[in-house]
């Protein structure tokens, strides 16, 4: 369609499950979301699954289901998009994993934060570079990120071990999750050495004093080999931009041809810059077909297992995200918006699962249903699904009218 502008809104794990505490409700339906009800009252709701079978549902894999890659063919794993995003070229033998700061407990014997406090990106390079130092090597390669998520690069190294996402063990034992299969040995060395180094260094012993969560141990997961992914454009036709304060999303937009756009004081948390995003948002759109803003906070409260925080986060996403970006489209003309999470991470559970996901779409050529709320009612009465769910996007940019 000629002039056509489309923005993707995702808040990522933001659907959940019924709540006792919630009187059998979950925290989409009992947080204040106007804009998204309008959304869907104005134009259509349905739901996605976005995660295939046999995958983890992980933000790496829904999200690129969300942007209409079928991650069964040429997808190798999570770390290696955030190498890319970090401006790292990886080699055809190297083996990239994530790498967490957490905390365990004083006993390093239990996971009692996988986000090791929140702590700050500043703090966080430090004890990077410092474990670079200590630990790095001509095989092992430490890169910092953004506050507890960094990047390990393993050269040469063996695919054959599996590891565990550390907000999946949150209050559990670790030795039981550590890296296990013929590969594992070197990276589960690395992961025990690291609790002695980082535990009495000085920015430690100082969150210590501050009643701040100490970064005493790093936590390896996520490992995968350079990917091979089609770019947005040739697929679609369409150019791209992205928004987000974590390195995968920014590694997902590297690997798929899309710019990246770095909006100042964007943190992954209930404290992100969500005006920057709007303003971020808008001006991309002068430059491209296509805007993807991703909003981490949601997940987040949801591995904390806060309920409070998710329905702050999912109130902030719809009033301060999708309201003001959703009010300027509709002065524009020809627009499309959807908005949805990637997966759900239920309060419950505190990780993520494979259910499918409610969205809502409004805009050119899209007819409104009869539903009138956003939430996980969707599940049932929404009017169009798609599973797989990386069809969504076709529809989304498609010339039909969608809907009715």
Same mark, same amino acid.
């Given at each position: 369609?000629?002039?056509?502008?489309? *923005?993707?809104?995702?808040?990522?794990?933001?659907?959940?499950?019924?709540?006792?505490?919630?009187?059998?409700? !979950? +925290?989409?339906?009992?947080?204040?979301?106007?804009? %998204?009800?309008?959304?869907?009252?104005?134009? *259509?709701?349905?739901?996605? @699954?976005? !995660?295939?079978?046999?995958? $983890?549902?992980?933000?790496?894999?829904?999200?690129?289901?969300? @942007?209409? $890659?079928?991650?069964?063919?040429? $997808?190798? =794993?999570?770390?290696?998009?955030?190498?890319?995003?970090?401006?790292?070229?990886?080699?055809?033998?190297?083996?990239?994993?994530?790498?967490? %700061?957490? &905390?365990?407990?004083?006993?390093?014997?239990?996971?009692?934060?996988?986000?090791?406090?929140?702590?700050?990106?500043?703090?966080?390079?430090?004890?990077?570079?410092? @474990?670079?130092?200590?630990?790095?090597?001509?095989?092992?390669?430490?890169?910092?990120?953004?506050?507890?998520?960094?990047?390990?690069?393993?050269?040469?190294?063996? &695919?054959? @071990?599996?590891?565990?996402?550390?907000?999946?063990?949150?209050?559990?034992? *670790?030795?039981?999750?550590?890296?296990?299969?013929?590969?594992?040995?070197?990276?589960?060395?690395?992961?025990?050495?690291?609790?002695?180094?980082?535990?009495?260094?000085?920015?430690?012993?100082?969150?210590?004093?501050?009643?701040?969560?100490?970064?005493?141990?790093?936590?390896?997961?996520?490992?995968?080999?350079?990917?091979?992914?089609?770019?947005?454009?040739?697929? $679609?036709?369409?150019?791209? =931009?992205? #928004?987000?304060?974590?390195?995968?999303?920014? =590694?997902?937009?590297?690997?798929?041809?899309?710019?990246?756009?770095?909006?100042?004081?964007?943190?992954?948390?209930?404290? !992100?810059?969500?005006?920057?995003?709007?303003?971020?948002?808008?001006?991309?759109?002068?430059?491209?077909?296509?805007?993807?803003?991703?909003?981490?906070? +949601?997940?987040?409260? =949801?591995?904390?297992?806060?309920?409070?925080?998710?329905?702050?986060?999912?109130?902030?996403?719809?009033?301060?995200?999708?309201?003001?970006?959703?009010?300027?489209?509709?002065?524009?003309?020809?627009?499309?918006?959807?908005?949805?999470?990637?997966?759900?991470?239920?309060?419950?559970?505190? !990780?993520?699962?494979?259910?499918?996901?409610?969205?809502? %779409?409004?805009?050119?050529?899209?007819?409104?249903?009869?539903?009138?709320?956003?939430?996980? &009612?969707?599940?049932?009465?929404?009017? #169009?699904?798609?599973? +797989?769910?990386?069809?969504?996007?076709?529809?989304?940019?498609?010339?039909?009218? #969608?809907?009715?």
């Amino acid at each position: 369609m000629l002039d056509m502008k489309y *923005v993707v809104l995702l808040g990522d794990g933001m659907s959940d499950r019924p709540l006792p505490e919630l009187d059998g409700r !979950t +925290p989409l339906m009992v947080a204040r979301t106007p804009n %998204l009800d309008r959304m869907v009252q104005n134009g *259509v709701g349905g739901w996605s @699954l976005n !995660t295939p079978d046999g995958y $983890y549902p992980g933000s790496d894999v829904a999200n690129l289901g969300v @942007l209409g $890659y079928d991650v069964t063919q040429g $997808y190798s =794993g999570r770390s290696p998009l955030e190498a890319a995003a970090m401006g790292i070229t990886l080699a055809a033998d190297d083996l990239a994993f994530r790498c967490n %700061l957490v &905390t365990l407990d004083e006993q390093f014997s239990r996971m009692a934060d996988f986000a090791a406090g929140h702590i700050s990106t500043d703090e966080a390079a430090q004890l990077i570079s410092f @474990l670079d130092r200590e630990l790095g090597s001509e095989t092992f390669a430490f890169s910092p990120g953004v506050s507890y998520r960094h990047l390990l690069v393993w050269h040469g190294g063996g &695919t054959d @071990l599996k590891t565990v996402p550390p907000h999946d063990i949150s209050g559990q034992r *670790v030795q039981d999750y550590f890296p296990s299969g013929p590969d594992a040995a070197p990276i589960r060395t690395l992961m025990e050495k690291s609790q002695r180094i980082l535990q009495d260094h000085e920015i430690n012993r100082k969150r210590v004093a501050l009643g701040k969560k100490p970064a005493n141990a790093i936590w390896l997961w996520g490992q995968g080999r350079k990917p091979r992914l089609s770019l947005f454009a040739d697929l $679609y036709g369409k150019t791209g =931009g992205m #928004i987000s304060a974590v390195d995968l999303m920014h =590694g997902i937009a590297v690997n798929i041809g899309f710019e990246r756009i770095i909006v100042p004081g964007t943190t992954g948390w209930l404290d !992100t810059n969500y005006e920057g995003k709007v303003a971020g948002c808008l001006d991309g759109l002068k430059r491209h077909d296509l805007m993807f803003v991703h909003v981490e906070a +949601p997940d987040e409260a =949801g591995h904390e297992g806060r309920l409070d925080y998710k329905i702050k986060a999912i109130e902030d996403f719809d009033q301060r995200l999708v309201g003001p970006i959703v009010a300027d489209l509709e002065k524009r003309g020809n627009f499309r918006v959807l908005s949805l999470p990637d997966h759900p991470t239920p309060i419950a559970s505190r !990780t993520h699962n494979s259910d499918p996901v409610p969205f809502a %779409l409004l805009g050119t050529g899209v007819m409104p249903d009869q539903n009138m709320a956003y939430d996980e &009612t969707l599940l049932e009465k929404g009017s #169009i699904s798609f599973t +797989p769910g990386f069809h969504l996007m076709a529809s989304f940019l498609g010339r039909d009218i #969608i809907g009715g």
